[in-house]
T-cell receptor, first 114, second 112 residues
Framework: DAGITQSPRHKVTETGTPVTLRCHQT?????MYWYRQDPGHGLRLIHY???????DKGEVSDGYSVSRSKTEDFLLTLESATSSQTSVYFC?????????????FGEGSRLTVL | QQPVQSPQAVILREGEDAVINCSSS?????VHWYRQKHGEAPVFLMI?????EQKGHDKISASFNEKKQQSSLYLTASQLSYSGTYFC?????????????FGSGTRLSIRP
């Protein structure tokens, strides 16, 4: 199994509070991604990173920011959480050298915004 | 733009076959298939590249029609372990980053 850990795995917070989700990998892969999963929408790409301090937006980036100061860590921040951001968040990594395009997903972080 | 999957849900008896379709309004470079079991992370099944051959492993195979921008996933003689939600994902062009855009999923339930 790919070495990806997400923290926290579960979090309940209130509207307006900041939240940071962490993704940590031990595979030394260049690419890291944050997806959110909601019923009826499947998986939607929020942001991705192609190296340290190199990030770009995905389909649903509004209200989210990311940072990657080390190869192994990719942080997703909700500056001021809203109820619409209640979701399951998945981090993923891909190995650019394998040339398969395969995404390896973490176990997910369930966020509830009250 | 998100690819469209059909059907949204299907219920089978063990041993029956199923086809899940995925279509896009954009030209595609590759189509990716993943399966997610309840409460777990999605797991990669296969990738189909533009100009590539039909893929498959065990009794799960897939095809990619580039002209129609469609892909189909075929599950033959379904087993209980095939239950889960299947997602197709697409990339419009070559990229070393897997910025996959996923469909909304097809829920497959297998009954004994």
């Amino acid at each position: 199994d790919a070495g990806i850990t997400q923290s926290p795995r579960h979090k309940v917070t209130e509207t307006g509070t900041p939240v940071t989700l962490r993704c940590h990998q031990t595979e030394n892969h260049r690419y890291m991604y944050w997806y959110r999963q909601d019923p009826g929408h499947g998986l939607r790409l929020i942001h991705y990173s192609y190296g340290v301090k190199d990030t770009d937006k995905g389909e649903v980036s509004d209200g989210y920011s990311v940072s990657r100061s080390k190869t192994e860590d990719f942080l997703l921040t909700l500056e001021s959480a809203t109820s619409s951001q209640t979701s399951v968040y998945f981090c993923a990594i891909s190995d650019e050298l394998a040339n398969t395009g395969e995404l390896f997903f973490g176990e997910g972080s369930r966020l509830t915004v009250l | 733009q998100q690819p469209v999957q059909s059907p949204q849900a299907v219920i089978l008896r063990e041993g029956e076959d199923a086809v899940i379709n995925c279509s896009s309004s954009k030209a595609l470079y590759s189509v990716h298939w993943y399966r997610q079991k309840h409460g777990e992370a999605p797991v990669f099944l296969m990738i189909l590249l533009k100009g590539g051959e039909q893929k498959g492993h065990d009794k799960i195979s897939a095809s990619f029609n580039e002209k129609k921008q469609q892909s189909s996933l075929y599950l033959t003689a379904s087993q209980l372990s095939y239950s889960g939600t299947y997602f197709c994902g697409t990339l419009p062009g070559y990229s070393s980053a897997s910025k996959i855009i996923f469909g909304s999923g097809t829920r497959l339930s297998i009954r004994p």
